[in-house]
């Protein structure tokens, strides 16, 4: 997708112009059940003729303007743009910029499946500062254009071709803020690209391969070791997982490290790239097991995300890791009852084989601090209990510092993401002792999530640590007006956002 900067709507030749509209009115407008009040609807552009060419259909009782409800209008009065897309954004009031980004992804998946890919976009003329509403509407369309490449072989290309956005104010920074959009919304499709390979395509050292391509494209430094050098560190816990697997892992390290970084700080960003999971030897049923396909959507964030931190140049260092393998069945796999080495040198004793993710991150959390890593981010699919607590909402965070949550929770909030913090009290902590090591790799069904989470924990020590537990968003089952279902690349804007120093 193209996309470019204009200004004059009514003006402006396109083969449709999208603009919001919201709801004014005062009163809620449901009651006892009921809806009585009326919707008082307006146009967000400050182009008169726009609001003009609306004026007829706004004075029916079809646009209500409740969220991502769409009104195309065709051959609209005075324009130069053959069709108008009215895109509901719900109550004035309480409209954001997370908002924007999803009415900005409602047009762009309204007009693709009508065949009409490229479009102009008009930016709200006072909601917001007009760099924001800029960022945002780019984020939305580059996230809605997406759909998951399939192997159909009559499948055809039906993404974008261009946008305009049309705004008012300052070019120069116009153009950064659509820079920045695009950087965050192709970053985030790369890491939906990577999440929807089946495994058989997306094997380690393929994920490996691509991280290095990435890496030489954007200007990243990138190591990539294989069982050797995995055995050689003393991974006992990711190894143990590998070992089980003809695929060979991969320990992927990404450095962005820039002159005018400040000495002392080190941003770490931690990935489970498990590229199957079948649960090992405690294998899982049949019935859905096809979705473990997406068991790396950690550590493709966190790739995704390296790409964004290497194209946006923070001032911070930021090291990426990723630990990439299979977890599968076999004559050479672990199996329950078998204790392992991590590389901190904590014995585990393996409960369940299905447990695989925390003992692959175990490794990947250690390893981070020995390359000087100061603060700690670790994404992971790891719990079905985080699905169960949360649903496909919410991603689970975990803090063991409460300084460095709420500055996430700040860059969580600027992404328009969504993230609910769960505990990681010591009283937890005896679910996970073992009779003869150190640790259990499961403490079972009840807290399911918070368990794996204070596993982890045992890894970072005093590091301060975020660790996002994306189990029951990083793949949508069903689609949304402005997100197509499957990967969607959840958590790598706050974790950029983050990096930023938002
Ligand atoms: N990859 C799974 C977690 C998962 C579940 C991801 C559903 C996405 C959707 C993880 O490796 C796993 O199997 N966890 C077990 C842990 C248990 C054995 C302690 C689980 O959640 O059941
Ligand atoms: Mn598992
Ligand atoms: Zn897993």
Redesign the pocket.
């Known amino acids: 997708m193209k996309t470019a900067l204009s200004i004059n709507p009514s003006e402006f030749e396109t083969d449709c112009l999208a603009v919001l509209v919201l709801d004014h009115s005062e009163k809620d407008s449901s009651r006892n059940g009921r809806s009585d009040a009326k919707p008082v609807v307006t146009v967000e552009t400050s182009d008169a003729a726009v609001r003009d060419a609306a004026a007829s259909v706004l004075a029916g009782s079809e646009v209500t303007a409740k969220m991502f409800e769409t009104t195309l209008v065709h051959a609209p009065a005075k324009l130069k743009a053959k069709r108008l897309l009215l895109v509901g954004g719900g109550k004035a009031k309480t409209f954001s910029s997370a908002d924007l980004r999803r009415v900005a992804g409602t047009a762009a998946r309204t007009l693709k499946s009508k065949g009409i890919r490229s479009f102009a976009f008009a930016a709200p003329s006072d909601l917001m500062p007009a760099e924001l509403a800029v960022r945002s509407i780019v984020e939305g369309l580059y996230i809605g254009d997406f759909d998951s490449d399939t192997y159909k072989s009559d499948r055809k290309d039906t993404s974008l071709q261009g946008v305009t956005v049309l705004s008012a104010g300052d070019p120069a920074k116009l153009a950064a803020a659509m820079d920045e959009g695009r950087i965050l919304g192709e970053s985030q499709n790369f890491t939906r690209d990577l999440v929807n390979e089946p495994s058989n395509r997306m094997t380690p050292t393929i994920l490996a391969e691509r991280a290095r391509k990435m890496a030489e494209e954007v200007g990243l430094k990138c190591e990539i070791m294989g069982p050797d050098k995995i055995k050689e560190l003393k991974m006992g816990a990711f190894w143990g997982v590998a070992q089980g697997s003809e695929e060979p892992p991969a320990l992927i390290v990404l450095r962005y490290e820039p002159a005018d970084a400040p000495a002392g700080s080190v941003l770490g960003l931690v990935g489970k790239g ?1 590229t199957f ?1 079948t ?1 090992g030897i ?1 294998i ?1 049923p049949a019935d859905g097991m096809e ?2 396909k ?2 790396m959507a950690g550590g493709a964030t966190m790739l995704g995300a390296m790409r964004a931190i290497a194209l946006l140049k923070p001032k911070r260092k930021v090291i990426g890791i990723v630990c990439a393998t299979e ?1 599968m069945p076999s004559g050479t796999a672990q199996k329950p009852g078998d204790i392992q080495i991590a590389m901190s040198g904590k014995s585990i004793e393996i409960i ?1 084989t ?4 925390r003992l692959v991150l175990a490794d990947g959390l250690h390893y981070a601090r020995t390359l000087g890593c100061t603060e700690l981010i670790d994404a992971a ?5 985080v ?1 169960v607590a949360l649903g496909q909402i919410n991603a689970g965070i975990f803090a063991n510092d409460d300084a460095l949550y709420e500055r996430f929770s700040k860059a969580v909030k600027s992404a328009g993401e969504k993230m609910w913090r769960l505990p990681l009290d010591e009283d937890y902590r005896e679910i996970i002792r073992s009779n003869i090591a150190d640790i259990v ?5 009840y807290g ?1 999530a918070i ?2 989470a204070m596993f982890l924990k045992e890894f970072v020590a005093d590091t301060p640590w975020i660790h996002l537990d994306i ?2 968003t ?2 949508m089952d069903d689609g949304k007006p402005w997100l197509a279902k499957g990967p969607t690349g959840v958590a790598l804007r706050s974790i950029v956002e983050f990096a930023r120093g938002v």
């Open positions: 498990v999971d649960g405690s899982k979705k473990m997406y068991d977890n369940n299905d447990a695989e993710g699919t790891l719990t079905g209990a699905v790799n499961s403490g079972g069904r399911g368990n794996a189990a029951g990083a793949w």
